[in-house]
Protein backbone atom coordinates (compact mmCIF):
# COMPACT_ATOMS: atom_id res chain seq x y z
CA UNK A 1 0.00 0.00 0.00
CA UNK A 2 1.43 3.26 -1.17
CA UNK A 3 2.03 5.65 1.94
CA UNK A 4 2.87 9.08 2.62
CA UNK A 5 4.57 9.19 6.19
CA UNK A 6 4.29 12.90 8.21
CA UNK A 7 5.33 13.61 11.92
CA UNK A 8 1.65 14.49 13.17
CA UNK A 9 3.00 17.11 16.05
CA UNK A 10 2.33 19.65 17.37
CA UNK A 11 5.71 21.20 16.22
CA UNK A 12 6.40 24.20 17.75
CA UNK A 13 8.26 26.75 16.49
CA UNK A 14 8.90 30.93 17.40
CA UNK A 15 7.67 33.62 15.73
CA UNK A 16 10.59 34.72 13.09
CA UNK A 17 12.15 31.25 13.30
CA UNK A 18 11.97 28.55 10.25
CA UNK A 19 9.67 25.64 10.44
CA UNK A 20 10.90 22.50 8.77
CA UNK A 21 8.60 19.99 7.63
CA UNK A 22 8.84 16.80 6.80
CA UNK A 23 7.90 14.08 4.31
CA UNK A 24 8.55 10.51 3.68
CA UNK A 25 6.53 8.32 0.80
CA UNK A 26 6.99 4.41 -0.23
CA UNK A 27 5.91 4.88 -4.03
CA UNK A 28 9.29 5.35 -5.74
CA UNK A 29 7.25 6.10 -8.95
CA UNK A 30 5.59 9.09 -7.14
CA UNK A 31 6.17 11.95 -9.79
CA UNK A 32 4.60 15.32 -8.27
CA UNK A 33 4.45 16.21 -4.78
CA UNK A 34 2.69 19.01 -3.00
CA UNK A 35 2.37 20.99 0.25
CA UNK A 36 -1.38 21.95 1.14
CA UNK A 37 -2.33 24.16 4.16
CA UNK A 38 -5.58 23.33 6.03
CA UNK A 39 -6.79 25.36 8.93
CA UNK A 40 -8.86 23.71 11.61
CA UNK A 41 -12.48 23.30 10.21
CA UNK A 42 -11.37 24.56 6.53
CA UNK A 43 -9.98 23.20 3.05
CA UNK A 44 -6.95 22.59 2.23
CA UNK A 45 -4.90 25.24 0.53
CA UNK A 46 -2.32 24.51 -2.03
CA UNK A 47 1.39 26.38 -1.04
CA UNK A 48 3.74 24.64 -3.26
CA UNK A 49 4.61 22.01 -5.69
CA UNK A 50 7.83 20.88 -6.42
CA UNK A 51 8.56 18.17 -9.61
CA UNK A 52 12.25 17.82 -9.88
CA UNK A 53 14.90 17.14 -7.40
CA UNK A 54 16.09 19.94 -5.41
CA UNK A 55 14.94 23.04 -3.66
CA UNK A 56 12.31 25.19 -5.14
CA UNK A 57 11.73 28.67 -3.49
CA UNK A 58 8.20 31.02 -3.20
CA UNK A 59 8.14 33.61 -0.81
CA UNK A 60 8.99 32.83 2.72
CA UNK A 61 8.07 28.95 1.44
CA UNK A 62 10.92 26.28 0.27
CA UNK A 63 10.20 23.06 -1.15
CA UNK A 64 12.74 20.30 -0.93
CA UNK A 65 12.71 16.97 -3.27
CA UNK A 66 15.08 14.26 -2.87
CA UNK A 67 13.37 11.52 -5.01
CA UNK A 68 16.42 9.14 -4.26
CA UNK A 69 15.57 9.19 -0.36
CA UNK A 70 12.04 9.67 -0.68
CA UNK A 71 11.76 12.49 1.07
CA UNK A 72 10.09 15.77 0.53
CA UNK A 73 10.18 19.02 3.20
CA UNK A 74 8.61 22.24 3.63
CA UNK A 75 10.51 25.03 5.06
CA UNK A 76 8.71 27.69 6.38
CA UNK A 77 10.96 30.83 6.81
CA UNK A 78 10.37 34.40 9.35
CA UNK A 79 7.80 31.99 10.83
CA UNK A 80 4.45 33.79 11.54
CA UNK A 81 1.48 33.06 14.13
CA UNK A 82 -0.92 32.97 10.87
CA UNK A 83 1.26 30.29 9.49
CA UNK A 84 -0.18 27.80 12.72
CA UNK A 85 -1.95 25.33 10.91
CA UNK A 86 -1.69 21.45 9.61
CA UNK A 87 0.45 21.35 6.72
CA UNK A 88 -0.60 18.12 4.46
CA UNK A 89 2.17 16.40 2.29
CA UNK A 90 0.57 14.97 -0.84
CA UNK A 91 2.08 13.16 -3.76
CA UNK A 92 0.54 11.80 -7.20
CA UNK A 93 1.27 7.86 -6.95
CA UNK A 94 2.74 5.95 -10.16
CA UNK A 95 1.70 3.71 -12.29
CA UNK A 96 -1.05 6.53 -13.71
CA UNK A 97 -2.80 7.10 -11.23
CA UNK A 98 -4.10 10.17 -10.62
CA UNK A 99 -5.84 10.78 -7.29
CA UNK A 100 -3.29 12.19 -4.60
CA UNK A 101 -2.26 10.07 -1.41
CA UNK A 102 -2.20 12.64 1.54
CA UNK A 103 -0.23 11.96 4.86
CA UNK A 104 -1.99 12.69 7.77
CA UNK A 105 -0.24 15.92 8.28
CA UNK A 106 1.88 18.12 10.90
CA UNK A 107 0.17 20.41 13.34
CA UNK A 108 2.47 23.64 13.22
CA UNK A 109 2.39 26.05 16.33
CA UNK A 110 4.02 29.82 15.83
CA UNK A 111 4.82 30.94 19.16
CA UNK A 112 4.20 34.86 19.81
CA UNK B 1 -12.98 34.23 -11.00
CA UNK B 2 -14.84 31.82 -8.73
CA UNK B 3 -13.23 29.10 -7.01
CA UNK B 4 -14.00 25.32 -6.55
CA UNK B 5 -17.92 25.82 -5.41
CA UNK B 6 -19.55 22.99 -2.82
CA UNK B 7 -22.86 22.65 -1.60
CA UNK B 8 -24.31 22.24 0.71
CA UNK B 9 -21.65 22.95 3.19
CA UNK B 10 -23.21 20.92 5.36
CA UNK B 11 -25.63 18.41 5.77
CA UNK B 12 -27.39 16.46 8.11
CA UNK B 13 -29.31 12.80 7.34
CA UNK B 14 -30.87 10.19 9.10
CA UNK B 15 -29.66 6.70 8.54
CA UNK B 16 -31.10 5.09 5.34
CA UNK B 17 -31.39 8.28 3.53
CA UNK B 18 -29.25 9.61 0.42
CA UNK B 19 -26.91 12.09 0.72
CA UNK B 20 -26.52 14.02 -2.77
CA UNK B 21 -23.05 16.29 -2.46
CA UNK B 22 -22.39 18.96 -5.42
CA UNK B 23 -19.49 20.50 -7.00
CA UNK B 24 -18.46 22.98 -9.67
CA UNK B 25 -14.89 23.21 -10.43
CA UNK B 26 -13.04 26.28 -11.55
CA UNK B 27 -13.39 27.79 -14.35
CA UNK B 28 -11.82 26.22 -17.33
CA UNK B 29 -11.43 22.94 -14.96
CA UNK B 30 -12.43 19.82 -16.59
CA UNK B 31 -10.47 17.40 -13.52
CA UNK B 32 -12.49 16.73 -10.74
CA UNK B 33 -11.61 14.75 -7.76
CA UNK B 34 -13.57 13.51 -4.86
CA UNK B 35 -11.92 13.22 -1.27
CA UNK B 36 -12.90 12.28 2.60
CA UNK B 37 -11.17 13.43 5.65
CA UNK B 38 -12.47 11.72 8.18
CA UNK B 39 -11.82 13.19 12.15
CA UNK B 40 -8.31 12.97 12.79
CA UNK B 41 -7.88 11.60 9.39
CA UNK B 42 -5.78 12.61 6.46
CA UNK B 43 -7.50 13.12 2.92
CA UNK B 44 -8.65 9.95 1.43
CA UNK B 45 -8.64 9.94 -2.38
CA UNK B 46 -12.17 8.56 -3.36
CA UNK B 47 -12.90 8.91 -7.34
CA UNK B 48 -11.37 11.46 -10.43
CA UNK B 49 -13.75 12.19 -13.10
CA UNK B 50 -13.77 14.20 -16.38
CA UNK B 51 -16.73 14.98 -17.60
CA UNK B 52 -19.19 12.43 -18.50
CA UNK B 53 -16.20 9.93 -17.94
CA UNK B 54 -14.75 8.64 -14.86
CA UNK B 55 -11.41 7.62 -14.68
CA UNK B 56 -10.67 6.04 -11.23
CA UNK B 57 -12.85 5.59 -8.93
CA UNK B 58 -10.24 3.14 -6.74
CA UNK B 59 -10.91 4.67 -3.39
CA UNK B 60 -14.68 4.69 -3.80
CA UNK B 61 -16.48 2.13 -1.84
CA UNK B 62 -18.18 -0.35 -4.35
CA UNK B 63 -21.29 -0.46 -2.40
CA UNK B 64 -23.64 2.69 -1.71
CA UNK B 65 -21.45 5.32 -3.10
CA UNK B 66 -21.63 6.87 -6.82
CA UNK B 67 -20.35 9.98 -9.13
CA UNK B 68 -20.82 11.41 -11.75
CA UNK B 69 -19.97 14.89 -13.76
CA UNK B 70 -22.36 15.31 -16.44
CA UNK B 71 -22.15 16.94 -19.66
CA UNK B 72 -24.01 19.83 -18.07
CA UNK B 73 -23.86 20.80 -14.53
CA UNK B 74 -21.86 20.39 -11.17
CA UNK B 75 -20.21 16.91 -10.00
CA UNK B 76 -22.31 15.04 -8.23
CA UNK B 77 -21.23 12.06 -5.37
CA UNK B 78 -23.94 10.27 -4.00
CA UNK B 79 -24.41 8.13 -1.10
CA UNK B 80 -27.61 5.81 -0.65
CA UNK B 81 -28.36 4.50 2.39
CA UNK B 82 -26.12 6.63 4.46
CA UNK B 83 -24.86 5.12 8.12
CA UNK B 84 -23.13 6.62 10.71
CA UNK B 85 -20.00 5.93 9.76
CA UNK B 86 -20.36 8.12 6.31
CA UNK B 87 -19.82 11.11 8.63
CA UNK B 88 -17.05 12.94 7.56
CA UNK B 89 -16.25 16.18 5.49
CA UNK B 90 -16.34 15.20 1.86
CA UNK B 91 -13.96 17.50 -0.35
CA UNK B 92 -14.08 18.26 -4.13
CA UNK B 93 -10.89 19.37 -6.22
CA UNK B 94 -10.51 20.42 -9.53
CA UNK B 95 -7.25 20.90 -11.72
CA UNK B 96 -6.46 21.63 -15.31
CA UNK B 97 -5.24 18.67 -16.33
CA UNK B 98 -4.45 15.53 -14.43
CA UNK B 99 -3.47 15.15 -10.93
CA UNK B 100 0.22 16.16 -12.28
CA UNK B 101 -0.91 19.07 -12.64
CA UNK B 102 -1.85 21.50 -9.12
CA UNK B 103 -5.90 20.91 -8.00
CA UNK B 104 -7.52 23.48 -5.86
CA UNK B 105 -10.27 22.53 -3.49
CA UNK B 106 -13.34 23.40 -2.46
CA UNK B 107 -14.90 24.46 1.16
CA UNK B 108 -16.18 20.87 1.20
CA UNK B 109 -19.53 19.49 2.81
CA UNK B 110 -20.10 17.89 6.38
CA UNK B 111 -22.42 15.20 6.16
CA UNK B 112 -23.54 14.09 9.78
CA UNK B 113 -25.54 10.87 9.80
CA UNK B 114 -27.70 11.42 13.12
Known amino acids: QKEVEQNSGPLSVPEGAIASLNCTYSDRGSQSFFWYRQYSGKSPELIMFIYSNGDKEDGRFTAQLNKASQYVSLLIRDSQPSDSATYLC????????????FGKGTHLIIQP | NAGVMQNPRHLVRRRGQEARLRCSPM?????VYWYRQLPEEGLKFMVYLQKENIIDESGMPKERFSAEFPKEGPSILRIQQVVRGDSAAYFCASSLGGASTEAFFGQGTRLTVV
Open chain 2, 27 to 31: KGHSH
Open chain 1, 90 to 101: AVTPGGGADGLT
